[in-house]
Structure formats: C-alpha cells, structure tokens
C-alpha cells in the first residue's frame, strides 16, 4: 500500500527511521539514475566512512572484589594513589552511502554528478557526519563537478549549499527541498522548494556540457521505497508522535490523510 501522504511521509522523519529510508532512496534513485542516463554515464553507489562514540552500554572493565581477611591486608597495602581508572569509551563505525554519476571514456571514469540525500547526521550541530558532509561540499562546490542534494528533512540545521537567507527570499516558505548547483554556473543554485501536501518533483540532473539532463521522479522513486520498506507495519499513524513536531494546522491536515480524508 502507498504512503497516507502526498508527497514526503512526515512520520518518516523520525531518526529511528529514517536511516532505514535513506538507504532505500539511495539505492532506488541509483536505479532511476541508471535507466535515465545514456552511454558513457553510469550511476555508482559511494560511501562516507567515520568513527563517532557509540550509545552503546559497556560493562565497565575495573571490578571490585571483597575477599577474606586475609585479602583485605594485600589490598589494604596497594598504593591507591597511583591506581588509574579505565574510561572505557565505545565507538561505532558509521556509513553513509551517496551517488555519484560518472563518466566512462578512453581517459578513465570521470566523476560529473555528486548526488546526496541529506540524513539526520548531516544536519545535527558538531556531529562528525555533519562536519565531513559540509567539507565534501565544499571540495564539490570548488570542482567541476555538479552537486544536487536532496533534503527531506524539516528538522536540524540547514546544510545544503544555497544559503538559507537567500533561498527564504527567493521561494518563500517550503518544507523540503532540492538544490542543484551546476559546475559552469557558479553564483546559481537550482531550487525545487517543496511543501508537505505536494507531491516531490520531478528533477532535472545535469550532465557534461552538451548532453541533455537527466529527468528523475523523486516521487516514484519515494514511493517505491515506501512500498518495498517496512513503514505500513512499522509506523503507528494513529499513535506515533511526529518528530519533529508539525504546527496545529498541518497536523489537523495530516490526521485528516492518516484517516483517509
């Protein structure tokens, strides 16, 4: 069954979620990359790779034992002030998969498109995905390579190119968007600003100089990730609580879809 929702599913924004989601989108949006564009391009799977400390619980390493008498005198006798404690602090391997559109020639594969979707990571203030997603962004801003980057995230810090002042001014209000910065076109930003009760856009991904865009349905893509995923028996619709949160006016709307109104 689709998604309740139009466009973007909002309960599928939760960070428990979305990770899930993400992966799904990277990896339909490659396919529909792959069958829009024409020979020498291909679309590639790509990861960001970090180390960040864990939630995870560790039993701590030090034990205390309390033995007989005779024992208390051997541990009576330790010098305590030279015993360190052992911090034990966890870490986990996070990655975060990517696009990229290259180009296969005589010379070797050339890199063309960068394509992100941007995840919870990416957008939470002095998270170490953020840090290495905004210094890759930049590394492409500065190449000849083109940059489209996919937010369909409302919560956490702006974090695609376009400068959040200038977007406001230019589109006004939106919920998600998509911004395209082309290599040849250095000061311009192609926006799809995107409301919640829209359907996501259909967008135009550019290629080398002289080839026609590549036009991808961010809806389909979306909803074949809804329907390949666990999200009907996953998200509680009627309980779940949105995350974040929506203003009185788009809940009422979006309790209305949840029962079908």
Known sequence: MPSPFPGMDPYLENPAIFPGLHNRLIAGLSEALQAALPAPYFA????????????????PDASVFRGGPA????????????RPVVVTVPHDERREPRIEIRAAGDGGERLVTAVEILS?????PGARGRDLYLRKQSELLDSSTHLVEID????????????????????????????IHRSDRFEDFL????????????????????????????QAVFDHAYDVGPYR??????EAALDPPLSPERQEWAEARIRGG
Request: aromatic residues 8%; proline residues 9%; negative net charge.
């Open 71 to 82: 024992d208390q005198g051997a541990v009576a006798a330790l010098p305590t002030r030279c």
């Open 233 to 238: 028996r996953r998200v509680r619709y009627a």
């Open 191 to 218: 926006v799809y600003p995107i409301l919640l009760p829209e359907p996501l856009p259909e967008i135009a991904v550019p290629l080398l100089a002289g080839d026609p865009e590549a036009m991808i349905d961010l």
């Open 120 to 124: 919870p990571s990416n957008k939470t």
């Open 44 to 59: 590639e799977i790509g990861e960001r790779v970090w180390v960040e400390v864990s939630q995870r619980f560790i039993e």
């Open 152 to 179: 369909l995230l409302r919560g956490g810090l702006h974090s695609t190119a376009v400068p959040l002042d200038f977007l406001r001014e230019a589109v006004g209000r939106f919920d998600y968007h998509v911004s």
